[in-house]
């Protein structure tokens, strides 16, 4: 009888390792489920702050940018792209408005630092050159001078007729840039590069 009982008492601790370990081992699957998703969050949130270290993303509101960009439409922005340069004439920017930093708007870089910008008789004219400007919706209908003072930009709108930029409210400081706007990625139809029109006045 005893050794029919001991033969029992040692099935019966047989039976419990393999029940413990598969407790054991739920246990540790389960830990390293929790692992996987912390890393994969952390992953994802190193990305996300590199990526906007290096770019930002705008939606275009209005018509001011027209034919160049529709309203609506989402921007990249390089925010790279002045830290070891400066913006050029014919660059399109992304900028806090100065009456309102909150704001962004989107304009196309005309006048750079101690120039002279001229709108008269439908064209525009920057140290007494007029500009070729295939971008423009339509001539401007408005007139008028403007000398760009150190460490300022003169922005407009390739809508010109129907743009509240530099001719309306004054220049921009080159401290207020965002950077320079790279690509449309939304809507997808409309995706493609932005065009920036150089130039280098005499």
């Known amino acids: ?6 033969q029992d008492l040692d099935s019966y601790h047989s039976e419990k390792i393999p029940e413990s370990s598969e407790i054991k081992g ?11 998703i912390l890393e994969t969050l952390f992953i994802s949130a190193v990305l ?10 705008i ?16 921007v990249i922005v390089n ?37 002279e910008v001229l709108v008269s008789d439908g064209t525009v004219q920057v140290n007494g050159e007029a500009l070729d400007e295939p971008y423009i919706l339509q001539s401007p209908s408005y007139r008028g001078s403007w000398q760009v003072p150190e460490g300022h930009l003169f922005v407009m709108g390739d809508n010109r007729n129907n ?16 950077g320079k706007a790279l690509v449309v990625y ?3 139809s409309d995706w493609g ?9 005499q």
Do not use: C
């Open 1 to 6: 009888m005893n050794h029919d009982f001991d």
């Open 26 to 36: 739920g246990r540790t699957g389960l830990k390293r489920i929790v692992l996987d």
């Open 48 to 57: 996300f702050l590199a990526i906007n270290a290096v770019s930002a993303r």
């Open 59 to 74: 939606r275009v509101d209005g018509f001011s940018m027209e034919p160049s960009l529709h309203s609506g439409e989402f």
């Open 79 to 115: 925010k790279l792209a002045y830290r070891y340069g400066s913006p050029k004439r014919g660059d399109v920017i992304v900028f806090h408005f100065p009456g309102d930093p909150q704001q962004e708007y989107i304009k196309r870089v005309i006048g750079l630092p101690g120039d």
């Open 163 to 178: 743009s509240s930029d530099s001719h309306n409210w004054g220049t921009v400081g080159l401290d207020y840039v965002v």
């Open 186 to 188: 939304w809507p997808v």
């Open 193 to 201: 590069p932005v065009e920036h029109y150089p130039f280098t006045p």
